[in-house]
């Protein structure tokens, strides 16, 4: 079965960076684009960023310059490399593929505070 596993979130000083990770199995990995999500308390989960099976990049505007991501198709595993963490960054973050229908992980919390 399909099964998407993200870490590396923790609490992070705002300017402070963290690399999230989502392992995924039971599908080709490399042949599916990779996306992120976040949602923050008491909004609605929103598009973060995306990277296709060949590679290409696009982001949401309040990411752009500051997160990065990638994919390493022999670990079957998609990053997102965040820098110059802000507060309002502060969300639970999860991946997702679309296949038969959209599969997402059980999120991995990040918080940006002082």
């Known amino acids: 079965q399909v099964q998407l596993v993200e870490s590396g979130g923790g609490l992070v000083q705002p300017g402070g960076s963290l690399r999230l990770s989502c392992a995924a199995s039971?599908?080709?990995?490399?042949?599916?684009?990779m996306r992120w999500y976040r949602q923050a308390p008491g909004k609605e989960r929103e598009f973060v960023a995306q990277i296709t099976a060949a590679g290409d990049t696009n982001y949401a505007d309040s990411v752009k310059g500051r997160f990065t991501i990638s994919r390493d198709n022999a670990k079957n595993t998609v990053y997102l490399q965040m820098n110059s963490l802000k507060p309002e960054d502060t969300a639970v973050y999860y991946c997702?593929?679309?296949?038969?229908?959209?599969?997402w992980g059980q999120g991995t919390q990040v918080t940006v505070s002082s």
């Open positions: 039971g599908y080709i990995f490399s042949l599916k684009n």
């Open positions: 997702n593929v679309l296949l038969s229908r959209g599969y």
